[in-house]
């Protein structure tokens, strides 16, 4: 908030005469000098959004933020979160002479004026300054003077240039976090001519070069973190030097070479990570006698895992996934493991029989995409706190342990892609907490068990490329929180029971024994967007509920005996329905048609159903019409309500925006008659159904209706609801969809919103506005969602997070102007109290964060991995998902080989030009480092966005 934007209350003149009045009596004890700076700094920050109030508070060491001594002598002064703009106030701190620590962080200050450096340079009590997480622009000052000060932090900000002697004068400088920011060049060495640092980071920025050796001169260093950067060359010998170092964190630069052996002489080292890097070479030996946290993934490390590497009493977690190791695992771990990741490496053998009797607290065990053979441990049951077990891809036989049944905290178990028989063990029903199980692409025989049914937690299940017969068991309805069910590939046959109710990612039933009708049970899966029944013996007619299914967006029908006409189907449906003769295709073009043999007319009936329709329609129209005019009646604030009015009946409904053009066009009867006519629905999702209303003016708007009826929405009253709204109505951002105005009946909430003309990002990526947009359009669309995102995430009161960021849920006002919608969700939501599946939180397919399957919570660092999926869309112009996996995935295969990272890019846009290629390998950086699989080194929002603007 801007200086000069904020109200107040008194006159200016009842305002300063009753604060000189009580000056006397608030700074009696301190000393004029204090006396007259406090009473200047008051009136500037009572300008702004400012807690200080002089009127209630007449000692100014009771102020928030403000720290005195006992006898009233300021030392600490925290003007946090002020919504501070201007800088001018600045200068006026530093004639507070017993200064010791100074905070205007979370700010929107975009300079440190000259005469703050040379006044609070004077100052020599003065320990800490902190100006982070604000918009300070241009090269880093020169502190002159501040022979005190030990904690400098500038870090979220857009500081760019190089760093030479900047800093050099601060000899008592411990910390110094420069972190998210766009300084070059090489490493800054001139420090402090003391060299008393302790802490430095500088991640998140744009330093090349290589790591210099000077930083060993500083020997009291105890934590590096030089991550995000574009850093080349090796890790100097001399870093091992450092015999008080407790964190280094290198990852995600261009350094190669070898790890140093010196490393495993650092006693006191606990965190080591330098993931995605180009390091190769093997790991030294007794790298971990004294470490916690090893995180080495994403390089080209060779050789085979050392004895000893594994087995340092202190180890909490490793992660040397995707590196190109080999040989086995070895038997020797220490009983502190937490995690380990070892996955899409080339290890071979059996896996050791982990007994987790010394192993207890071994959580999540990661051994993806490798080459082990032979039967799964056993013991592995023994693993009590065993959350993530991931043996997928690797060359494992024999039956599936039963013993696993015991794993009473396993979330999720993927053991897909490899020779695994017999059949599915029943005792997997204990498993109550299990979300995730994944054991297609084996040969698992037999039925599947319908004590599969007790796994109420259970949200993916994928059995698909087995040899599983007999049918289907009818209590795979009660899964209520099943949201993927994939049978795909076995012999599966007889009827298709009813299905669970909340399944949305994909029912797949493809190449199976089933036949006969379409079953109509189907029609109840009102959320499943892709629905395959490929490769089986259905027969009759393509049922018309299908094509009513709004958030439908692939059918699968080839290879079956259907006959008769297609349905109308939906622009944004694909269907595919080859491979059935008889069908007829008399529909629109996204239809994938196979022969179209026409066989007696069924017109009439047709015509006479549809005549029926109509005619019913018209009636429900005009008595729907008739009710919305007599009960929907408002004035520009809000609606009047009936006296007769029947349930669900309106509670309230109110303008939200100061627009006036707005304020002016939206009318809530025409709204209200709009909604009633399905017709006008335009988009469908999990949360809500968007209708186009043209207002008496010809301007037209989205109207989101929110289904009151689910729990999920009820957070203990309308009141609490609305004041929600009210809050987002307030926001002010051109890339976020803000409510305008909303009404409010019993069982539904309806929100207004300005009306984005070209659709979804979907839509024009995937749809059919397929290749419509050029680099400069996904540019801008990359850039404006990250303008958005960043702005919901550094909202002053608390974050604003997306419950389900993806493409489909990004409007576009035109092709460079994107808006993320569905900002209201996370608000008014309460996921505890759902009734359906737990995607409520996860979001959509595709986009979910892994950590996710482990904490169950919408976090920034969450939205930012969504984010990433975006990014990665625009880049390539997949989908999320396709063939079975997910993009995100996909990409990180690539990610270690650079040299292979045009073959993600999208071809047909990436060859118009050297400089659009060059940009968007360096967005394609970007979105590698928003998706990381571990949510700690991913950059924030902020960073995001300027990183997108540095690669233009």
Same mark, same amino acid.
């Given at each position: 908030?801007?200086?000069?934007?904020?109200?107040?209350?008194?006159?200016?003149?009842?305002?300063?005469?009753?604060?000189?009045?009580?000056c006397?009596?608030?700074?009696?004890?301190?000393?004029?000098?204090?006396?007259?700076?406090?009473?200047?700094?008051?009136?500037?920050?009572?300008?702004?959004?400012?807690?200080?109030?002089?009127?209630?508070?007449?000692?100014p060491?009771?102020?928030?933020?403000?720290?005195?001594?006992?006898?009233?002598?300021?030392?600490?002064l925290?003007?946090?979160?002020?919504?501070?703009?201007?800088?001018?106030?600045?200068?006026?701190?530093?004639?507070?002479?017993?200064?010791?620590?100074?905070?205007?962080?979370?700010?929107?200050?975009?300079?440190?004026?000259?005469?703050f450096?040379t006044?609070?340079?004077?100052?020599?009590?003065?320990?800490?300054?902190?100006?982070?997480?604000?918009?300070?622009?241009?090269?880093?000052?020169?502190?002159?003077?501040?022979?005190?000060?030990?904690?400098?932090?500038?870090?979220?900000?857009?500081?760019?240039?190089?760093?030479?002697?900047?800093?050099?004068?601060? *000899?008592?400088?411990?910390?110094?976090?420069?972190?998210?920011?766009?300084? *070059?060049?090489?490493?800054?060495?001139?420090?402090?001519?003391?060299?008393?640092?302790?802490?430095?980071?500088?991640?998140?920025?744009?330093?090349?070069?290589?790591?210099?050796?000077?930083?060993?001169?500083?020997?009291?260093?105890?934590?590096?973190?030089?991550?995000?950067n574009?850093?080349?060359?090796?890790?100097?010998?001399?870093?091992?030097?450092?015999?008080?170092?407790?964190?280094?964190?290198?990852?995600?630069?261009?350094l190669?070479?070898?790890?140093?052996?010196?490393?495993?002489?650092l006693?006191?080292?606990?965190?080591?990570?330098?993931?995605?890097?180009?390091?190769?070479?093997?790991?030294p030996?007794?790298?971990?006698?004294?470490?916690?946290?090893?995180?080495l993934?994403?390089?080209?490390?060779?050789?085979?895992?050392?004895?000893?590497l594994?087995?340092?009493?202190?180890?909490?977690?490793v992660?040397?996934?995707?590196?190109?190791?080999?040989?086995?695992?070895?038997?020797d771990?220490?009983?502190?493991?937490?995690?380990?990741?070892?996955?899409?490496?080339?290890?071979?053998?059996?896996i050791?029989?982990?007994?987790?009797?010394?192993?207890g607290?071994?959580?999540?065990?990661?051994?993806?995409?490798?080459?082990?053979?032979?039967?799964?441990?056993?013991?592995?049951?023994?693993?009590?706190?065993?959350?993530?077990?991931?043996?997928?891809?690797?060359?494992?036989?024999?039956?599936?342990?039963?013993?696993?049944?015991?794993?009473?905290?396993?979330?999720?178990?993927?053991?897909?892609l490899?020779?695994?028989?017999?059949?599915?063990?029943?005792?997997?029903?204990?498993?109550?907490?299990?979300?995730?199980?994944?054991?297609s692409?084996?040969s698992?025989a037999g039925?599947?068990?319908?004590?599969?049914?007790?796994?109420?937690?259970?949200?993916n299940?994928?059995?698909?490329?087995?040899?599983?017969?007999g049918?289907?068991?009818?209590?795979?309805?009660?899964?209520?929180?099943?949201?993927?069910?994939?049978?795909?590939?076995?012999?599966?046959?007889?009827?298709?029971?009813?299905?669970?109710?909340?399944?949305?990612?994909?029912?797949?039933?493809?190449?199976?024994?089933?036949?006969?009708?379409?079953?109509?049970s189907?029609?109840?899966?009102?959320?499943?967007?892709?629905?395959?029944?490929?490769?089986?013996?259905?027969?009759?007619?393509?049922?018309?509920?299908?094509?009513?299914?709004?958030t439908?967006?692939q059918?699968?029908?080839?290879?079956?005996?259907?006959?008769?006409?297609?349905?109308k189907?939906?622009?944004?449906?694909?269907?595919?329905?080859?491979?059935?003769?008889?069908?007829?295709?008399?529909?629109?073009?996204?239809?994938?048609?196979?022969?179209?043999?026409?066989?007696?007319?069924?017109a009439?009936?047709?015509?006479?159903?549809?005549?029926?329709?109509?005619?019913?329609?018209?009636?429900?129209?005009?008595?729907?019409?008739?009710?919305?005019?007599?009960?929907?009646?408002?004035?520009?604030?809000?609606?009047?309500?009936?006296? *007769?009015?029947?349930?669900?009946?309106?509670?309230?409904?109110n303008?939200?925006?100061?627009?006036?053009?707005?304020?002016?066009?939206?009318?809530?009867?025409?709204?209200?008659?709009?909604?009633?006519?399905?017709?006008?629905?335009?988009?469908?999702?999990?949360?809500?159904?968007?209708?186009?209303?043209i207002?008496?003016?010809?301007?037209?708007?989205?109207?989101?209706?929110?289904?009151?009826?689910?729990?999920?929405?009820?957070?203990?009253?309308?009141?609490?609801?609305?004041?929600?709204?009210?809050?987002?109505?307030?926001?002010?951002?051109?890339?976020?969809?803000?409510?305008?105005?909303?009404?409010?009946?019993?069982?539904?909430?309806?929100?207004?919103?300005?009306?984005? !003309?070209?659709?979804?990002?979907?839509?024009?990526?995937?749809?059919?506005?397929?290749?419509?947009?050029?680099?400069?359009?996904?540019?801008?669309?990359a850039?404006?969602?990250?303008?958005g995102?960043a702005?919901?995430?550094g909202?002053?009161?608390?974050?604003?997070?997306?419950?389900?960021?993806?493409?489909?849920?990004?409007?576009l006002? !035109?092709?460079?102007?994107?808006?993320?919608?569905?900002?209201?969700?996370?608000?008014?939501?309460?996921?505890?109290?759902?009734?359906?599946?737990?995607?409520?939180?996860?979001g959509?397919?595709?986009?979910?964060?892994?950590?996710?399957?482990?904490?169950?919570?919408?976090?920034?660092?969450?939205?930012?991995?969504s984010?990433?999926?975006?990014?990665?869309?625009?880049?390539?112009?997949?989908?999320?998902?396709?063939?079975?996996?997910?993009?995100?995935?996909?990409?990180?295969?690539?990610?270690?080989?650079?040299?292979?990272?045009?073959?993600?890019?999208?071809?047909?846009?990436?060859?118009?030009?050297?400089?659009?290629?060059?940009?968007m390998?360096?967005?394609?950086?970007?979105?590698i480092?928003?998706?990381?699989?571990?949510?700690?080194?991913?950059?924030?929002?902020?960073?995001?966005?300027?990183?997108?603007l540095?690669?233009?």
């Amino acid at each position: 908030m801007s200086i000069s934007s904020s109200a107040t209350f008194l006159s200016p003149f009842f305002f300063y005469f009753f604060f000189f009045s009580l000056c006397p009596l608030v700074f009696s004890q301190q000393s004029s000098n204090q006396t007259s700076t406090m009473i200047t700094l008051s009136q500037l920050l009572n300008n702004t959004a400012s807690p200080w109030d002089i009127t209630r508070q007449r000692d100014p060491c009771s102020w928030k933020g403000v720290q005195c001594t006992g006898s009233s002598v300021i030392t600490n002064l925290s003007l946090s979160g002020f919504g501070l703009v201007t800088s001018d106030f600045l200068p006026v701190v530093c004639k507070i002479g017993s200064l010791q620590a100074l905070d205007v962080s979370n700010n929107q200050l975009s300079s440190i004026p000259n005469e703050f450096i040379t006044s609070c340079g004077g100052i020599h009590g003065l320990k800490l300054l902190n100006f982070s997480k604000n918009r300070l622009v241009g090269s880093l000052p020169t502190f002159h003077g501040f022979v005190g000060l030990e904690i400098l932090d500038l870090s979220y900000n857009s500081l760019s240039g190089k760093i030479g002697l900047e800093l050099d004068q601060l *000899d008592s400088l411990k910390s110094l976090h420069l972190s998210r920011n766009h300084f *070059d060049g090489s490493i800054p060495t001139n420090l402090g001519k003391a060299k008393a640092l302790e802490q430095l980071d500088l991640s998140v920025n744009n330093f090349q070069g290589s790591i210099p050796e000077q930083l060993a001169d500083y020997g009291n260093l105890t934590h590096i973190d030089l991550s995000f950067n574009n850093l080349s060359g090796f890790i100097p010998g001399r870093i091992g030097e450092l015999s008080k170092l407790e964190v280094l964190i290198l990852s995600s630069n261009n350094l190669n070479g070898g790890i140093p052996a010196n490393f495993s002489k650092l006693a006191t080292l606990s965190r080591f990570a330098a993931n995605q890097n180009h390091f190769s070479g093997s790991i030294p030996g007794e790298l971990t006698r004294y470490l916690k946290i090893l995180d080495l993934s994403y390089n080209k490390l060779t050789g085979s895992i050392p004895p000893d590497l594994l087995s340092q009493p202190n180890l909490q977690m490793v992660d040397m996934s995707f590196n190109l190791l080999n040989g086995t695992i070895p038997k020797d771990i220490s009983s502190n493991l937490v995690r380990l990741r070892l996955g899409s490496n080339s290890l071979s053998g059996e896996i050791p029989s982990l007994t987790c009797a010394t192993l207890g607290n071994l959580t999540y065990l990661e051994l993806e995409n490798n080459s082990f053979t032979g039967m799964i441990p056993q013991q592995l049951s023994s693993c009590q706190n065993l959350t993530l077990l991931n043996l997928a891809q690797n060359y494992l036989t024999g039956s599936v342990p039963e013993q696993l049944g015991n794993l009473s905290r396993l979330q999720v178990l993927k053991l897909q892609l490899n020779k695994l028989s017999g059949e599915i063990p029943s005792q997997f029903a204990q498993l109550q907490v299990l979300s995730t199980l994944n054991m297609s692409r084996n040969s698992l025989a037999g039925s599947i068990p319908s004590s599969i049914s007790n796994l109420q937690k259970l949200t993916n299940l994928n059995l698909e490329g087995n040899t599983l017969s007999g049918t289907i068991p009818n209590s795979i309805s009660n899964m209520s929180s099943l949201i993927e069910l994939q049978l795909g590939e076995n012999r599966l046959r007889g009827t298709i029971p009813m299905m669970p109710i909340n399944l949305q990612i994909s029912l797949n039933l493809s190449s199976n024994l089933f036949e006969g009708f379409i079953p109509n049970s189907l029609r109840r899966l009102t959320v499943l967007e892709v629905l395959d029944l490929s490769n089986n013996k259905f027969s009759g007619e393509i049922p018309d509920f299908l094509a009513e299914m709004k958030t439908l967006t692939q059918l699968i029908l080839f290879n079956n005996q259907l006959s008769g006409d297609v349905p109308k189907f939906g622009s944004y449906v694909s269907v595919n329905f080859s491979g059935n003769p008889n069908l007829r295709n008399v529909t629109t073009p996204n239809i994938s048609a196979g022969s179209t043999n026409r066989k007696k007319s069924v017109a009439v009936p047709i015509f006479i159903a549809l005549g029926a329709a109509l005619l019913t329609l018209g009636v429900v129209t005009v008595v729907t019409l008739a009710i919305s005019r007599r009960f929907y009646r408002v004035n520009d604030e809000q609606l009047q309500l009936g006296g *007769d009015l029947p349930s669900p009946q309106v509670i309230h409904g109110n303008l939200l925006t100061a627009n006036a053009i707005h304020r002016s066009n939206i009318c809530f009867t025409k709204a209200m008659e709009a909604v009633a006519d399905p017709l006008n629905i335009t988009l469908k999702t999990r949360f809500s159904t968007y209708y186009k209303a043209i207002m008496p003016s010809g301007v037209s708007y989205f109207i989101k209706k929110l289904n009151w009826s689910d729990k999920i929405f009820q957070l203990g009253s309308h009141d609490k609801f609305e004041q929600e709204l009210e809050v987002l109505g307030k926001l002010n951002n051109s890339n976020v969809m803000t409510p305008l105005a909303y009404v409010l009946t019993t069982d539904s909430a309806y929100l207004f919103y300005e009306y984005a !003309s070209k659709g979804t990002l979907f839509d024009v990526l995937h749809g059919s506005l397929e290749n419509a947009l050029d680099w400069p359009s996904r540019y801008s669309i990359a850039v404006g969602v990250a303008q958005g995102l960043a702005f919901l995430h550094g909202c002053t009161s608390s974050p604003i997070l997306l419950l389900d960021l993806s493409s489909k849920n990004i409007m576009l006002k !035109s092709m460079k102007e994107p808006q993320v919608g569905d900002i209201e969700l996370c608000k008014v939501i309460d996921p505890s109290k759902s009734t359906g599946s737990l995607s409520t939180v996860a979001g959509s397919v595709g986009y979910i964060p892994p950590e996710y399957a482990y904490t169950m919570m919408v976090t920034m660092a969450g939205n930012v991995y969504s984010f990433g999926v975006v990014l990665l869309e625009l880049l390539t112009g997949k989908p999320a998902v396709s063939e079975g996996m997910e993009l995100a995935k996909r990409v990180l295969r690539y990610s270690a080989q650079q040299d292979k990272w045009d073959h993600i890019l999208d071809f047909n846009v990436s060859r118009t030009s050297i400089t659009v290629r060059s940009q968007m390998l360096a967005v394609l950086k970007v979105a590698i480092a928003c998706v990381n699989v571990s949510p700690e080194p991913r950059p924030k929002m902020k960073s995001v966005l300027r990183l997108l603007l540095n690669a233009r």
